[in-house]
């Protein structure tokens, strides 16, 4: 069966940088044989984590009815996650944020809902480099996050790219978020360079 990869958009801008690489990830993966899913949160109704906790009782089921109800089939079915976003206030978007807190429910339900799946990220800047943009803290923030759902990180594409457009003048990001597609959707591990 062909494995599934599904993309977390989290930029407001569909045309942007981060969307603009999330797709080159998806063209490798689809290379690679997968089937390919991409959701533009910013479209979608996701509301923050109330810690109701509720999701506790339920064996992870969140009880709030919005957009996130698809995205729990979506991530739960999928066998790599790409979260693509734009630097924001020196971490990750609101968009993502909200979406990835809402994973607590998953988490709650024995630790291992997501245990397993691969991530790829894909991120986005204006500043000179990884440090001054903060995009340092986003990495940190996923790589924390992944370590605690025992999720695997196979490959994290970055670079200085401001107004829209940027993206596809920087054929070397381009080519690295194909790269991560392809060994997304061949289910390579995070040590296998070809
Ligand atoms: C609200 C807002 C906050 C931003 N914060 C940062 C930041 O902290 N560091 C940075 O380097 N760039 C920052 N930027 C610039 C964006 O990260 C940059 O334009 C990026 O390419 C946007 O990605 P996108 O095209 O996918 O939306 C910010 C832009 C906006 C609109």
């Known amino acids: 069966m062909a494995r599934r990869i599904l993309i977390l958009k989290g930029s407001p801008r569909a045309g942007g ?5 999330a797709d080159r990830v998806a063209d490798g993966a689809r290379e690679a044989g997968a089937e390919v899913e991409a ?3 910013h479209d979608l109704d996701i509301r923050p984590c109330d810690a109701c906790d509720n999701c506790i009782e339920t064996g992870g089921v969140c009880i709030i009815k919005d957009d ?5 089939q979506k991530l739960l079915s999928a066998d790599a996650i790409v979260l693509a976003s734009p630097v924001y206030w020196f971490t990750i978007s609101a968009q993502l944020k909200a979406c990835i807190d ?8 024995g630790w291992k809902q997501l245990a397993g799946k ?10 000179t480099d990884l ?7 986003a990495i940190h923030t996923i790589e924390s996050m992944c370590r605690f759902l025992r ?13 829209v457009g940027d993206a596809a003048k920087h054929p070397e990001f381009m080519e690295q978020a194909c790269q991560l597609g392809r060994h997304l ?3 390579k591990d995070k040590n296998d360079s070809h």
């Open 17 to 21: 940088n981060s969307a603009a690489l």
């Open 131 to 137: 440090y001054s943009s903060g995009g340092i803290n």
């Open 39 to 41: 959701v533009f949160l």
């Open 102 to 109: 809402r994973w607590y429910g998953l988490q709650t339900a």
């Open 118 to 127: 691969q991530v790829g990220v894909v991120l986005s800047y204006g500043d």
């Open 151 to 163: 999720m695997e990180i196979v490959g994290i594409v970055h670079g200085t790219l401001m107004d």
């Open 185 to 187: 959707g061949a289910g």
């Open 68 to 72: 996130m109800q698809s995205i729990y």
